[in-house]
């Protein structure tokens, strides 16, 4: 796969384990990947996801973590940290709304787990869609808006994804209880940090 390609499978990756609980089939994908022992090393040593069947491994571990660190111990919102008040705003006045507005993205709420259009998940969702429109656009020859889609995806980045992210992500790190949870949150803030560094020098 070519740089963009890889970018936005990655974002899918991410955004996917960090909206909604694991399943069978995605966690199945996940194990199928070729580069899976480098991107979750210490979950493919944790002797829990030999032992144990997948039903049990997804319900009784997986899903428990997920529901921590997603829901009740830690808050994956943007507005939470850049906030006075340290409130979420999930109405019309959130940041982010604009921005999904001009390229047509819509929430769903009733898929994902989320109660505002600034979690986590939702952003590297939203950045997965940059990359898909940026890789139809190199397979269209357009070059202009190849440039003006990366310079969409950097300032998203910057002025959103990276206000927050990363102190989640190593709050997630330390605070998860399985290797799965912390190697995806090291391998995403890594990720987010080199596509950061990737993007500032190609726009």
Known sequence: MDITANRNAMYG???RIFLIEMDPDTLARIEKLPNFKELFPNYYEWEERQKR??????NELLNVDFTDIAIMHLIPYETFYIREDGMIESGGANPVLQVYND????VDYEKARVVSADHIGVELEFMNLLTNAQKKAEEEGDGEAVQKIKEEQK???QNHLLQFAPMYLIN?????RT???KDAAKLTLEFILEDNEYLSQTC
């Open 13 to 15: 990756l991410v955004s």
């Open 53 to 58: 069947s997948r039903y049990k491994l997804i």
């Open 103 to 106: 390229f047509g993205y819509r």
């Open 155 to 157: 300032q998203f980045l």
């Open 172 to 176: 997630v790190a330390e605070q998860a």
């Open 179 to 181: 290797p799965f949870y």
